[in-house]
């Protein structure tokens, strides 16, 4: 299972390309050759890049859903808005798409996040404003998520 780690603060240059920071090329090397789905989050304003690998496996729970449900129709149009197929060039940097910056918001400075097997990327103030905000719920967040009655070391 891929579990990347770090956050990371990036520069966009005028046609969209960023350098993967060193550190995250490494952790995505493994998977790198097989490129990568970039598409538009669903709570965020940030995109979400999935190795080609992880898409897969969310594909298959997508396709799993009856289409003749207009609801499931309508969650699969939005939910694959704007996708794309990229590929990090030799140098190790991601040409992400004018429509998808302009979606998320992303000028030239930017964040690269981990995000357990994907990665975010966020315009650098709305990432800040994000971690911010979330900052003061996160203690109630974390209780009612990872909490447990009966688990006494937080770790099932």
């Known amino acids: ?11 966009a240059d005028v ?4 350098m993967i920071p060193a550190d995250l090329k490494k952790q995505l090397a493994a998977v790198s050759a097989s490129g990568f789905v970039i598409k538009r ?10 190795p080609m690998a ?16 207009r609801k499931n129709n309508d969650f699969i ?7 794309r ?8 940097r991601l040409n992400i798409p004018k429509d998808l910056m302009s979606f ?7 964040v690269v996040t981990s995000a357990i097997n994907i990665v975010e990327i966020w315009d650098k103030q709305k990432y800040e404003q994000a971690i911010d905000h ?3 719920d996160f203690a109630d967040l974390a209780e009612e998520v990872m909490g447990d009655a009966s688990d006494t070391n937080g770790i099932s």
């Open 15 to 18: 046609k969209g390309r960023v």
């Open 77 to 83: 149009r939005r939910f694959t808005a704007g996708v």
């Open 104 to 110: 998320a918001g992303i000028g030239k400075e930017l």
């Open 134 to 136: 979330a900052a003061s």
């Open 1 to 11: 299972m891929l579990n990347l780690i770090g956050t990371y603060d990036c520069k």
């Open 41 to 50: 989050a669903v709570f965020q304003p940030c995109l979400e890049l999935y």
């Open 54 to 69: 992880e898409w897969q496996k969310l594909m298959e729970k997508v396709s799993a859903l009856n289409r003749f449900s």
């Open 85 to 92: 197929t990229v590929e990090m060039d030799s140098t190790g």
